[in-house]
């Protein structure tokens, strides 16, 4: 049974930084496009950043350029979003997901598997 793990939310003010962690078990995780979406209040699940299963490609929402990173790291199974220069508008719960082999893709319906979510509140 494949599982992936959020942790590392939390409240912080505007302009500090923060790292989630997606830990996967259950799986190749080496194997897995992994991203990370978000879902704020009353709104609907938006990708927010992803990496690839080959070579580390990144892609990301235009909301978090310059901001947000994913890394991962194969042998720890675990895939980090660092948040810099955090805004109010990125409160949400973060949600870590991944699909086997494929092209990364910033579209919610080909993830597979899903984390729990953990909370995100910037204050201002």
């Known amino acids: 049974q494949v599982q992936l793990v959020e942790s590392g939310g939390g409240l912080v003010q505007a302009g500090d930084s923060l790292r989630l962690s997606c830990t996967a078990s259950?799986?190749?995780?080496?194997?897995?496009?992994m991203s990370w979406f978000r879902q704020a209040p009353g709104k609907e699940r938006t990708f927010v950043g992803g990496?690839?299963?080959?070579?580390?490609?990144?892609l990301y929402a235009d909301s978090v350029k310059g901001r947000f990173t994913v890394s991962r790291d194969n042998a720890l199974n675990t895939v980090y979003l660092q948040m810099n220069s955090l805004k109010p508008e990125d409160t949400g719960v973060y949600y870590c997901?991944?699909?086997?082999?494929?092209?990364?893709?910033?579209?919610?319906?080909?993830?597979?598997?899903w984390g729990q979510g953990t909370q995100v509140t910037v204050s201002s």
């Open positions: 997901a991944g699909y086997l082999r494929g092209e990364l893709d910033s579209r919610r319906a080909v993830y597979r598997y």
């Open positions: 259950g799986v190749n995780f080496s194997n897995l496009v």
């Open positions: 990496i690839s299963w080959v070579r580390g490609r990144t």
